[in-house]
């Protein structure tokens, strides 16, 4: 049983490019979360998916940031226009339902932003 | 001020040791309490979850909440080289039937042998 997958495992971007970084949840998982962890700092919640559906995007900025869960495929991550401060670990996380925390996240490996 | 700070360390200990890891926090709606370790380059792996106030153990590793001082605690017993990492305390409370975890910055741990 696979876990979280992630992809790619770093990505390379120059400033003004887009950048779409994929998510596959584990088996039998609906529910995606996404944060983004700089360096030295925690991780800092982006946006909450069920599949189709945003449930909570606080976290994400307004601009350039953009998230879907479709119904078929990975969730993805899309930052349009990077910029240097674009330049993270972004880190997708799954869970059964929306009792995650009573089973626990489960994190992929993430995939390693580089805005040059 | 944060809603939840974390020492950053590093902290270097010899193999063996007892390791004692803390965090502080100022919502007092967090009932929900867990610690992530992260190896370099990885993904944060949960090691232990809590719920409210209270001790848990498992193995090595013991939980500890302390709501009223609104501060946990992770202690791992008999440390490793293989504990170096880096371990996150993480939290949340119960808002609109799901889970937004709020991080800590982590904290760094080097067991030396």
């Known amino acids: 049983n696979a876990g979280v997958m992630q992809n790619p495992r770093h990505l390379v971007r120059r400033r003004g490019q887009e950048a779409r970084l994929r998510c596959s949840p584990m088996k039998g998982h609906s529910h995606v979360y996404w944060y983004r962890q700089l360096p030295e700092e925690g991780l800092k919640f982006m946006v909450y998916?069920?599949?189709?559906?945003?449930?909570?995007e606080s976290g994400m900025p307004k601009e350039r940031f953009s998230a879907e869960f479709p119904k078929e495929g990975p969730s993805i991550l899309r930052i349009q226009q990077v910029v240097r401060g674009d330049s993270a670990a972004y880190f997708c996380?799954?869970?059964?339902?929306?009792?995650?925390?009573?089973?626990?996240?489960?994190f992929g490996s993430g995939t390693r932003l580089t805005v040059v | 001020q944060k809603e939840v700070e974390q020492d950053p360390g590093p902290l270097s200990v010899p193999e063996g040791a007892i390791v004692s890891l803390n965090c502080t926090y100022s919502?007092?709606?967090?009932?929900?309490f867990m610690w992530y370790r992260q190896y370099s380059r990885k993904g944060p792996e949960l090691l232990m979850y809590t719920y409210s106030s209270g001790n848990k153990e498992d193995g090595r590793f013991t939980a500890q909440v302390d709501k009223s001082s609104k501060y946990i605690s992770l202690f791992i017993r008999d440390s490793q080289p293989s504990d170096s990492a880096t371990y996150l305390c993480a939290m949340s409370g119960d808002s609109g039937g799901y889970n937004k975890l709020i991080f800590g910055a982590g904290t760094r741990l080097a067991v030396h042998p």
């Open positions: 996380a799954s869970s059964m339902d929306s009792g995650g925390l009573l089973y626990g996240y489960t």
């Open positions: 919502n007092s709606a967090f009932q929900y």
């Open positions: 998916l069920q599949k189709e559906n945003i449930i909570d």
